[in-house]
């Protein structure tokens, strides 16, 4: 069966300081991939997804990046974190179709 | 532009009353319509989607959801609410263009009281 990994699920993080988020994905090849975060407890807001190894759209300029160096590999990552960047951040996968999205257990970032 | 809006921030409910969860849409073409509920500090959990046929459509936990095409609507129902519904609850509609994206609604809060 089909399971996606998140990691870690909660983190408290330095302004300034580095971020690396990952996302793994088992039981499927060839997965589109999303990062989403959610701030405050509401609104979901896409910020890169990825339909292969290497492609990347990013969806509102920020402080963020993300990469897909494996085919089920999502990685989220800053160079230097600000304030702003703290939130919930979600992962998902989806079959090229679009009708079936599945969400990791997601991360809490907190920066301070 | 493609959008979903959930009207409610917060819909209150006594245990054991119809429960109603509202979301209109704005897309081109045939939508793909999600829900999706979220617990505290936790992921978003599938409860149901209508791609095409029935206008209603059962999903998990008791919920259905009833596509009106006319009124561009796709609200979330349950019969009789358990205070264990309480959470966050997302609509999405799938990009009609790009469909690999998913458009997510702001999120109503549920509160169920016993």
């Known amino acids: 069966s089909q399971t996606i990994h998140q990691w870690p699920a909660t983190l408290v993080q330095p302004v300034g300081s580095p971020l690396s988020l990952e996302c793994t994905v088992e039981?499927?090849?060839?997965?589109?991939l999303y990062w989403y975060r959610q701030a405050a407890g509401r609104g979901l807001q896409l910020l890169f997804y990825?339909?292969?190894?290497?492609?990347i759209s990013s969806e509102v300029p920020q402080n963020l990046s993300a990469s897909r160096p494996q085919d089920r590999q999502f990685i989220l990552s800053s160079k230097k974190l600000l304030l702003s960047d703290s939130g919930f951040y979600l992962c998902?996968?989806?079959?090229?179709?679009?009708?079936?999205?599945?969400f990791g257990s997601g991360t809490r970032l907190t920066v301070v | 532009a493609q959008s979903v809006a959930q009207p409610e921030d917060q819909v209150n409910v006594a245990e054991g009353n119809p429960l109603t969860v509202k979301c209109t849409y704005s897309?081109?073409?045939?939508?793909?319509l999600f829900w999706y509920v979220q617990y505290p500090n936790r992921g978003l959990q599938f409860l149901l989607k209508?791609?095409?046929?029935?206008?209603v459509v059962k999903g998990s936990y008791g919920f259905e959801a009833e596509f009106n095409k006319s009124q561009t609507s796709f609200h979330l129902k349950k019969p009789s609410a358990l205070v264990s519904d309480s959470a966050l609850y997302f609509c999405?509609?799938?990009?009609?263009?790009?469909?690999?994206?998913?458009?997510f609604g702001t999120g109503t809060r549920l509160q169920v009281f016993p």
């Open positions: 998902a996968w989806s079959i090229g179709t679009g009708d079936s999205y599945t």
């Open positions: 039981g499927t090849s060839n997965p589109n």
């Open positions: 990825s339909v292969g190894i290497g492609q």
């Open positions: 897309v081109s073409g045939n939508p793909y």
């Open positions: 209508y791609i095409t046929g029935d206008n």
């Open positions: 999405a509609v799938r990009h009609p263009f790009n469909t690999d994206k998913l458009i």
